[in-house]
């Protein structure tokens, strides 16, 4: 009986995420679904992206947070477009978060949608919200095993960021363990250290998010 009410969630999820990645590409904009635990430093991320982004590329945001508007505050000294969403008790964004906060961005005039996700590495993985790339979120001053003990993002990402870099002379976080970890969950996936508050690869970052965005732009 649970496991068929939570495969409807799921499927409800599923078809209306669906719905959102084709209006967002009709729209031709690219969605990343920024997955990453509170404290990772994922709005400081973002206030230095929307600054390096400036001129760049037409940016809006949605900001998933359970009650308080902070967040999407913060966001508004560097970004014009600028959603907050409230999940409540909910500790993941679901596709319809996303489908409300959609009808409040003006969709013609956006080339790159971020979607900062509730701040949690767990069930977030699992909503498709209708992005085009999941990009998982880490910190040196979370400790190197995260990796290991989170795998379901570390698979389903595009891109992961290790964030903080500018604390790793304070902190006990063994790089080589992270990174054999990550390496054997997915070979494939490409992990960037950076520090949002030292602009540590912030420009690889930037670059790496206006080149897929440029890419959709023309599909
Ligand atoms: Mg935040
Ligand atoms: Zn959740």
Redesign the pocket.
Known sequence: MNISVVENVLKLNDELAAVNRGKLKDHRIYTVNLIGAPGCGKTSLLESTATLLKNKLRLAIIVGDLTTQRDADRMALYCNHVVQVNTGK???LEANHVRTAMERLPLKEIDLLIIEN?G?L???VG?DLGQDVKVGMFSAAEGDDKAAKHPYIVQEAGLLLLNKMDLLPYVNFRQEIFRADIHRINPKVDILDISATRGDNMAAWTNWLCARAAKSATQ
């Open positions: 909910g500790c993941h509730v949690n767990i069930c977030p909503f």
